[in-house]
């Protein structure tokens, strides 16, 4: 199955991306974690996409496109992947559009919706794994021991883009640039929209069912 998870900052889709990934055996992969991967490896690309995280921004597209169709190809994951914050504006989607058209296209997009209020409460209190960037919660899932991942013992950090100061900004760009997708992908007959204010274990199981009737 090829899908998207698409969803406002702070809606879950990377807690829920791992989750399903690992239930499923999809290959996955989120464009903020092949920035960070360019990030840590110093490289140009690496340097220009933290210049707009940093202030809450989106990477622009060419940027982005690039990367993301670089890891379906080169990872042989055509048939078969789940895309994690990609796409994120139309143009994106157009440009995925026209690399899976000749297969088929994707096949599910799950929007998972969240109110602004709960996804600043979310966002503000986030703290990301710095080795395997499994996300945990000051206040709803922290972690056993302060500022250690549970998983792999590594940091944990609050990123850049979810400090107070980037996370109104980042919600007025998803706003302006990323809602439209959902008007796009729902005339295409493929997204199915899912309450995102419920717990993990909530939220996930009705993911899994949908995914699992769908095949």
Not at 22 to 41: A, I, T, Y
Not at 42 to 61: F, I, K, N, Q
Not at 82 to 88: A, Q, Y
Not at 176 to 188: G, V
């Amino acid at each position: 199955m090829r899908v998207v998870l698409l969803g406002p900052p702070g809606a879950g889709k990377g807690t829920q991306a791992i989750r399903i990934a690992d239930k499923l055996s999809l290959p996955k992969v989120s464009s903020g974690d092949l920035f960070r991967n360019h990030q840590e490896n110093d490289t140009d690309l690496g340097r220009l996409a933290h210049s707009y995280m940093a202030r809450g921004s989106l990477v622009p597209d060419g940027i982005t496109i690039k990367m993301v169709m670089e890891w379906i190809n080169t990872q042989n994951n055509s048939k078969t992947f789940l895309l994690d914050g990609f796409p994120r504006t139309l143009l994106q989607a157009e440009a995925l559009d026209k690399e899976l058209n000749f297969d088929g296209g994707l096949d599910l997009v799950l929007y998972i919706k969240v109110e602004e209020k709960e996804l600043i409460q979310r966002l503000e209190g986030r703290l990301i794994c710095k080795k395997c960037q499994t996300p945990f919660h000051i206040h709803t899932d922290p972690p056993s021991k302060s500022g250690i991942c549970n998983k792999c013992d590594g940091a944990l950090y609050q990123r850049d883009d979810d400090k107070p100061s980037a996370v109104k900004q980042r919600l007025q760009v998803y706003a302006n640039q990323t809602e439209p997708l959902i008007a796009h992908y729902r005339k295409s007959g493929k997204l199915e929209e899912i309450n995102g204010q419920r717990s993990v274990s909530i939220v996930e199981n009705e993911i899994i069912s949908i995914l699992t009737q769908s095949k």
